[in-house]
């Protein structure tokens, strides 16, 4: 990958787990609602695992330029 597409995967992983995290708070404050139901655990930890992964792959590029 390069920079750009590891920026990108950062900037998609960080919403991921930022809306991961929406909807767990959303999920708490009405628990029989519709939205209550979709998985914001996976949907958090697969925002964070990629931007954790982005990240690295960010510092081993720059540490190489």
Do not use: K, Q
């Amino acid at each position: 990958m390069d920079v750009e597409t590891t920026w990108w995967l950062l900037g998609i992983g960080l919403a991921l787990a930022a809306a991961g995290a929406l909807g767990g708070v959303l999920r708490a404050r009405a628990p029989l609602a519709w939205h209550a139901h979709l998985p914001w655990n996976g949907l958090a930890f697969a925002g964070v695992a990629s931007a954790l992964l982005a990240a690295v792959h960010l510092v081993t590029l720059l540490r190489a330029a």
